[in-house]
Antibody, heavy 121, light 109 residues
C-alpha cells in the first residue's frame, strides 16, 4: 500500500524558512516523479513543484520560483521542499503527491495527508 | 489556461450527477484530465486519471469523459451515496503549467 507521510510544517515568522519532508513507502520510490501541491485555508489546490524520478529535472510554479527548492533522496525514499523567505500567502497545507509512471510530473496518483505551514508574526 | 468548474452541485442519493470542467484555451483533448476527491477535513484521492481511467479501488460508479466541441471534461457519479459528498477538482496541464480547476462542492441530500 502506498503511504506518503509529510512532516516539518509549523508556525514560522515572515521571512523565515522551513524544510518539509515526505517519507514514502509501499512503492518503488525511484521509479516515480514526485510533487508538492498546496491548499490555502478554505481555498482550492495549487501545484507548487515537481521532480523527476531521478531528480535530474524539476519544475516550479511561477509564484514560488526563486524561493522554493524541491529535491529528493532516493536512497531514503524521501521527498523534500525547502521554502525560503516565507510570506503570509504561503500559509497552506502542503501535500506530497506521487505521479504515475505514465505521466510523470503531470498528473497525480496518490496523496499524503498534508503538513500545515502557518506564516505569522 | 484556466479550468472552470461549477461552484456547487447537489443531488439526491441514488441519482446521477455530472460535474463539468471547461478549459479556457488550448484543446481539452490535447492533454489528459484528472479528477480528485477531497472529503471534508481529509486529504485527496484520485478518482479518474488520463481522462477516463479509474484507479483500482474506485467504484465503477465514477466515470470520466471528454467533449471536444465544448472543450470540457466531465466527471459523472451514478448511484449517489452520502459518502460521495465532497469537493471535486479537475486538473490538466500544458507545456509550462499544471492547472487545477477551482473545485466543485457536491452535496448529497
Amino acid at each position: 500500500e502506498v503511504h506518503l507521510l509529510e512532516s516539518g510544517g509549523g508556525l514560522v515568522q515572515p521571512g523565515g524558512s522551513l524544510r518539509l519532508s515526505c517519507a514514502c513507502s509501499g512503492f518503488t520510490f525511484n521509479n516515480h516523479a514526485m510533487n508538492w501541491v498546496r491548499q490555502a485555508p478554505g481555498k482550492g489546490l495549487e501545484w507548487v513543484a515537481s521532480i523527476s524520478a531521478s531528480g535530474g529535472r524539476t519544475h516550479l510554479a511561477d509564484p514560488v520560483k526563486g524561493r522554493f527548492t524541491i529535491s529528493r533522496d532516493n536512497s531514503n525514499h524521501t521527498l523534500f521542499l525547502q521554502i525560503n523567505n516565507l510570506t503570509a500567502e504561503d500559509t497552506a497545507i502542503y501535500f506530497c503527491a506521487q505521479s504515475p509512471p505514465s505521466s510523470p510530473m503531470l498528473t497525480l496518483a496518490f496523496w499524503g495527508q498534508g503538513s500545515l505551514v502557518t506564516v505569522s508574526p | 489556461f484556466m479550468l472552470t468548474q461549477p461552484h456547487s452541485v447537489s443531488e439526491s442519493p441514488g441519482m446521477t450527477v455530472t460535474i463539468s470542467c471547461t478549459r479556457s484555451s488550448g484543446s481539452i483533448d490535447s492533454n489528459y484530465v484528472q479528477w480528485y476527491q477531497q472529503r471534508p477535513g481529509t486529504s485527496l484521492i484520485t478518482v479518474i486519471y488520463e481522462d477516463h481511467q479509474r484507479p483500482s479501488g474506485v467504484p465503477d460508479r465514477f466515470s470520466g469523459s471528454i467533449d471536444s466541441p465544448s472543450n470540457s471534461a466531465s466527471l459523472t457519479i451514478s448511484g449517489l451515496r452520502t459518502e460521495d459528498e465532497a469537493d471535486y477538482y479537475c486538473q490538466s496541464y500544458d507545456g509550462t503549467s499544471r492547472v487545477f480547476g477551482g473545485g466543485t462542492r457536491l452535496t448529497v441530500l
